[in-house]
Structures are given as structure tokens and as C-alpha cells.
């Protein structure tokens, strides 16, 4: 089990800056696969940004490319995402999620259904 809290998310003028946190407690942090997901009011959850559970590979929406970046500390048991160049329509919840990744292999993985533990979600305000 991990239980995750998000922290960082607020409103911010069109082209400012956010850094989310999300903070785990539980088991291990270094044995799971984290990501970032947004659900915008009437929209499915989707997909932002993940890192794998040695922080050593990353994978990105397209819609998010180079404006994001996503890194984990495993010694604070924190993973981050550092938004920047934000638009309105990155106005969403995010929310920090968690998977078990096995021994022997460390996947990227995209999809929401992939991941076990989910934090309660930031609110991201992006006024244009």
C-alpha cells in the first residue's frame, strides 16, 4: 500500500509556472512507477506525464511536450511535475498516481487503468 498527497497546484496567469508535489508514505517508494493524470470538469482523466521507478526513463502527452517536466526523489519519497508555459486548457485536477512495477522490469506506463493508488488531486487554474 502507498498513500499519496498532492501539493503545489493553484492559479496562475497564462504563461506562468507550477511545480506539483505529490508525497508518499507506505511501502517503498522506489519499487513504483509514478505518473500525473488531469480530468478537466466533463472530461475523461488523462494522461500528463510518468517516470519510472529508478527516474531513469520519462514519457509525455504531446500536448504537454516541453513545457513539462516530471523527476522523483527517491530519498524524499516525492515525485514532481514542473509546469511551465502554462495555457488555459491546462486548467484541470491533477492527480499523482502509483503502480507496482516488478523486480524485472520497469515499463512506462500511460493509461490510468495501469496505475493502483491515486492521491486526492491538486486544482490547476489557468487564467488566460
Known amino acids: 500500500q502507498v498513500q499519496l498527497v498532492e501539493s503545489g497546484g493553484g492559479l496562475v496567469q497564462a504563461g506562468g509556472s507550477l511545480r506539483l508535489s505529490c508525497a508518499a508514505s507506505g511501502r517503498a517508494f522506489s519499487i513504483y512507477g509514478l505518473g500525473w493524470f488531469c480530468q478537466a470538469p466533463g472530461k475523461e482523466r488523462e494522461f500528463v506525464a510518468t517516470i519510472t521507478k529508478a527516474g531513469g526513463s520519462t514519457a509525455y502527452a504531446e500536448s504537454v511536450k516541453g513545457r513539462f517536466v516530471i523527476t522523483r526523489d527517491n530519498a524524499k519519497n516525492t515525485v514532481y511535475l514542473q509546469m511551465n508555459s502554462l495555457k488555459h486548457e491546462d486548467t484541470a485536477v491533477y492527480f499523482c498516481?502509483?503502480?507496482?512495477?516488478?523486480?524485472?522490469?520497469?515499463?512506462?506506463?500511460?493509461?490510468?487503468?495501469?496505475?493502483?493508488?491515486w492521491g486526492q488531486g491538486t486544482q490547476v487554474t489557468v487564467s488566460s
Open positions: 498516481a502509483a503502480r507496482y512495477s516488478p523486480p524485472v522490469s520497469d515499463p512506462l506506463v500511460t493509461t490510468a487503468v495501469g496505475y493502483n493508488y
